[in-house]
């Protein structure tokens, strides 16, 4: 499925990024914040709290769990 590849691809450049690179997005940064703040929250909680679709908080989490 192509489109897989497409996200592979993607995801294969953030382990390029540095830490400052990846926290540069204003959301990613948020969210970054608010799970150190808060271990062990859920991702409806997330979702909730940034006002944003599910699928845009597993993005950014996939982004910084890649970054670690």
Do not use: C, Q
Request: aromatic share 10%; hydrophobic share 45%; no cysteine.
């Amino acid at each position: 499925y192509g489109g897989f590849n497409i996200i592979s691809a993607v995801l294969g450049k953030i382990n390029l990024m540095n830490d400052e690179e990846v926290l540069s997005h204003d959301l990613r940064r948020g969210i970054y914040y608010f799970i150190l703040e808060n271990p062990g929250v859920h991702l409806r909680e997330i979702k909730r709290i940034f006002n944003v679709s599910l699928s845009t908080v597993i993005w950014h989490l996939r982004i910084l769990e890649k970054s670690d």
